[in-house]
């Protein structure tokens, strides 16, 4: 072997080195945006699935104001966006 392959093989070999190195920190820093993304994903599952509960509770809310006339009860739900005069502002999401 001559001075000359020998000094482009080990550049080469230095170069595949730095690659896998490269490579490498790009797995991790992946697996650590995935974890993350699959976090997001649960926090956005769960939210479904309060968003049912936390609607039936207005509307049961809404009803008891309605019924008994509690002029608090009106209050608090008028402070929170829930409008009591007409009908729903939106309309219930279809059930699957």
Known sequence: MTKKSK????????LVL????????????NQ?????????QQMIA???????LHR???TV??????????EQL???LAESGINLSGGPETPPPAKK
């Open 7 to 14: 000094i482009v093989l080990t550049t080469l070999s230095v």
């Open 18 to 29: 730095l690659l896998v190195t490269v490579n490498i920190l790009l797995g991790l820093g």
């Open 32 to 40: 650590s945006i995935q974890a993350e993304v699959g976090e997001r």
């Open 46 to 52: 769960q939210t479904i699935q309060l968003e049912n």
């Open 56 to 58: 039936q509770l207005i």
């Open 61 to 70: 809310l809404a009803n008891l104001a309605l019924k008994t006339n509690d």
């Open 74 to 76: 009106k209050k608090l």
